[in-house]
């Protein structure tokens, strides 16, 4: 297993210099960010990235994300033209050394939450989830600030985008992902990437928009999609465990064989659905993160890993969920887990 640490690229005031010190991390997960989604990525851009990385003695060798065009999970005939650039994306990242590409299928919006900067008990920060805070939110009219959304639509782009969703339902979706799949794991499979989708955030339909890659049946269904190695998932543990309906260690032995990428983190349930982020250790909040490791380990994981969405502590401000520190404690947290468990 690799440790490896979310990296923004340059802009991102957690620099490599920083990162290159957490003691157990070897490697870093980027991307490009100076091209819109769908767009081929230039290989210079691509290379800059890797040769940082190289320079400060890190890997890259996960890429996350490669965004999905909606175009393509829309199913509309433009599709073919992004799946095309999608293909080469996977090419270009391969010649430098990516081994995993990580990606989701949400409809229109990214990871959602109601609040980023909740006060935990201990007087710390994070990003919180309230079903209900939630319902009352009108993309169209509230002005959302949310962590993984895509800032660059108009509220008439939003409009029309999603009023194209109203013909796609959950049957479409999947087909419009099954033929998203058979098209570029083909291309995975010959230059040798992962690919690994990452499961919705939160698990459920938000905004009347479909959302499908929600529990283990769904998973089981999408691993048969296309069936081959190739064709497989990032396990999120706090996306998928906010769902109380959700069991990780049976996904994990659902995916065996087929976990390319995990993102540890844990969260505190409250509601039906309401749930805070908290700090990595079991302790803190309701997943049980030596029994996910444990079970990954048993079936023969041997990927890579990267501490999820931390606290702001000790007056870190920045991107929310991606400080420094909260993060790096989790990453040493997750080394002892995993030394632990599979020291001989
Ligand atoms: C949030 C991330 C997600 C993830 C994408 C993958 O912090 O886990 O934004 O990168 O869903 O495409």
């Known amino acids: 297993m690799k440790i490896t640490f979310r990296w923004y690229g340059q802009g991102d005031p957690v620099t490599l210099q920083k990162i290159r010190q957490i003691p157990v991390v070897s490697g870093v997960v980027s991307a490009v960010y100076d091209v819109p989604a769908g767009a081929v990525w230039s290989e210079k851009s691509i290379e800059r990235l890797s040769r ?3 320079e400060n003695g890190l890997e890259f060798e996960v890429v996350e994300s490669v965004p999905v065009h909606e175009d393509i999970k829309l199913g509309l005939p433009s599709a073919k033209l992004y799946i095309d650039n999608y ?9 430098v050394g990516v081994k995993c590409i990580c990606y989701n299928f949400m409809p ?3 990871w959602l939450r109601s609040e980023l900067r909740a006060e935990l008990n201990d007087g710390s ?4 989830y309230r079903h209900a805070d939630v319902l009352k939110m009108n993309p169209l009219t509230s002005e959302l600030s949310l962590p993984g959304w895509d800032a660059s639509y108009s509220k008439e782009g939003l409009r029309e985008l999603l009023q194209k969703y109203e013909a796609v339902d959950e049957d479409r979706l999947w087909q419009n992902l099954e033929n998203f ?3 570029i794991i083909p291309v995975a499979k010959e230059c040798g990437v992962n690919m690994a989708i990452h499961p919705d955030d939160p698990p459920w339909g938000i905004f009347g928009l479909p959302r ?3 529990d283990n049946a769904n998973i089981k269904r999408f691993l048969k999609l296309v069936d081959s190695p190739e064709n497989g998932i990032t396990l999120c543990t706090g996306s998928l465990g906010a769902s109380r309906q959700n069991n990780l260690t049976e996904i994990v032995k659902t ?4 976990i390319h ?3 540890l983190r844990n969260i505190r349930l409250s509601g039906e659905r309401d749930f805070a982020e908290t700090a990595h250790p079991s302790a803190c909040g309701d997943i049980d993160m030596y029994a996910v490791l444990k079970a990954l380990s048993d079936g023969g994981f041997d990927g890579y890993i990267r501490p999820d969405h931390g606290r702001m502590i000790w007056g870190e401000t920045g991107r929310f969920g991606y400080g420094l520190y909260d993060r790096a404690l989790g990453a040493c947290y997750i080394a002892g887990l995993i030394e632990a468990i599979t020291k001989k």
């Open 212 to 214: 499908i890659i929600t």
């Open 108 to 110: 229109v919006f990214d």
């Open 87 to 95: 293909k080469e994306n996977i090419r270009r990242l391969s010649r």
């Open 125 to 128: 920060n994070a990003l919180a």
């Open 181 to 183: 799949l058979t098209e």
């Open 255 to 258: 995916a065996k064989g087929r």
């Open 261 to 263: 990428f995990v993102h």
């Open 52 to 54: 940082d990385c190289a």
